[in-house]
């Protein structure tokens, strides 16, 4: 009788109440140490990025070359790949950066720079010169391995592949169409034979243009032309979602595609409103949820895109006006966006005259300093690349110089910043980029 009693008391409404909401403060005692572990992560990543250190460099003595962009491999045991305004890109070693490889082939100015994701050793660029190129990094020195070409007529400004590997995507400049209009200045004049000739702009096409990667040579699978009315200067794929890609132009739109569809009205999800010409996109957030994108006036906006409507939660229209640091205040440019596995911050990073970058946390709250990195360049740096799995960034800049910074290891013997009169000489003979 007594253990009748008990499992009938068990089971009244009051115990099975009680049970239930013992089971939802399990759950959420869960998800809240769910959030307090991944938030020490993620304060473990910053407090890293604002412990980095020179470990290393590289100095292109022989021909003073800047340094356009730099791509990582997405596993170690590759190298370093850097693209150059010489038009030739340079494979270096990723611990000490010395150059093991060089590639040349493209007539144009390079204009983007990856790694394939899932095909070991094969890096892809793009130039003004109307190519996309593959090569085989496992064979420095060799000749182009794949090979891509456009309209005769277009000029590459930008370029990305899919998370995939399946796609190409380059974007072109504005194609400009002209008019002549050829005309007598004055009906009453006796000489007939002279004319004025009148050359009117009429506006033109820029395109985005697809290629199948695992098909060499092959023509392009199709493009968009009616999304940009001006250079798309920035094309990126999602970083999870092959299917999903951003574009921005220097029409000041950013457009957001998913390519499963028809037609390129069909595949337009978003267009956002940068308020001028757009420098760089980058995908951030958790899932690659929000986009950042920076203009080249040196504007920041950031857009959530699981919002119903574009609006930008963050609308910074000048960050070299912000008082990031003490001493220095903004930046004098950004560079571009990195995102941050798991946050949702990005990292945005930008620099000085000097040569120094600075290193700042973008969420919907603005920027917030997170370190700044001296002694690596000795002018304008052109780019960086940030590698999260190993902790280390990748700067290059107009000095000729590519550098890495590690949280751990102190300034490499090997690698010092020039004199004052070498600083004068090298500005003296700039490179024409």
């Excluded at 470990?55 to 170690?76: F, H, K, N, W």
């Excluded at 574009?310 to 990031?324: E, G, M, S, Y």
């Excluded at 969420?363 to 300093?369: A, K, Q, S």
Aim: with cysteine; glycine share 12%.
């Amino acid at each position: 009788m007594i253990s009748v009693t008990r499992s009938l008391r068990l089971t009244s409404p009051f115990w099975v109440w009680i049970g239930d909401q013992l089971t939802v403060f399990h759950s959420q005692l869960l998800l809240f140490l769910s959030a307090i572990l991944a938030s020490h992560r993620g304060d473990a990543k910053m407090e890293k990025l604002a412990r980095l250190s020179l470990a290393a460099g590289c100095i292109s003595d022989s021909d003073r070359s800047y340094v356009l962009d730099v791509a990582l491999p997405p596993s170690s045991g590759v190298g370093v790949a850097a693209s150059r305004c010489d038009r030739s890109l340079r494979l270096h070693d990723e611990a000490t950066l010395r150059p093991v490889g060089e590639y040349r082939g493209h007539t144009g100015r390079v204009c983007g720079l990856t790694f394939a994701r899932t095909r070991s050793g094969l890096l892809y660029s793009a130039s003004a010169d109307g190519t996309v190129r593959g090569w085989d990094v496992r064979r420095p020195g060799t000749d182009t391995a794949q090979l891509f070409r456009g309209d005769p007529s277009h000029v590459f400004c930008s370029f990305d592949l899919s998370c995939g590997d399946a796609l190409l995507c380059a974007g072109t400049s504005v194609l400009s169409r002209y008019s002549f209009n050829v005309r007598r200045p004055n009906q009453q004049s006796i000489d007939t034979s002279f004319f004025c000739f009148a050359i009117q702009l009429e506006g033109g096409d820029s395109f985005l243009v697809f290629w199948d990667s695992r098909k060499a040579g092959s023509a392009p699978l199709g493009v968009y032309s009616e999304s940009h009315g001006d250079d798309v200067t920035q094309v990126r794929f999602h970083p999870c979602n092959k299917d999903r890609l951003a574009s921005g132009g220097t029409d000041g739109l950013v457009n957001v595609f998913d390519l499963r569809r028809g037609s390129e009205e069909e595949a337009l999800l978003r267009t956002c409103d940068a308020g001028s010409s757009v420098a760089t996109v980058c995908w951030g957030g958790e899932g690659g949820r929000r986009l950042l994108c920076l203009t080249h006036d040196e504007g920041v906006r950031l857009w959530d895109l699981d919002l119903e409507q574009p609006h930008a939660i963050l609308d910074c229209p000048d960050a070299r006006r912000l008082t990031v640091t003490s001493d220095s205040g903004g930046p004098d440019y950004l560079l571009g966006g990195a995102r941050l596995e798991g946050r949702a911050q990005l990292l945005v990073a930008g620099g000085d005259r000097d040569g120094s970058v600075l290193l700042m946390e973008c969420d919907v709250n603005g920027l917030r300093h997170l370190g700044t990195l001296r002694g690596g360049h000795a002018a304008t740096v052109r780019c960086f690349a940030w590698d999260e799995g190993r902790g280390a960034l990748f700067t290059g800049g107009e000095d000729a110089r590519l550098s890495l910074w590690k949280a751990e290891g102190g300034k490499s013997s090997a690698f010092k910043l020039k004199s004052a009169a070498t600083k004068k000489h090298r500005r003296a003979n700039k490179p024409p980029y």
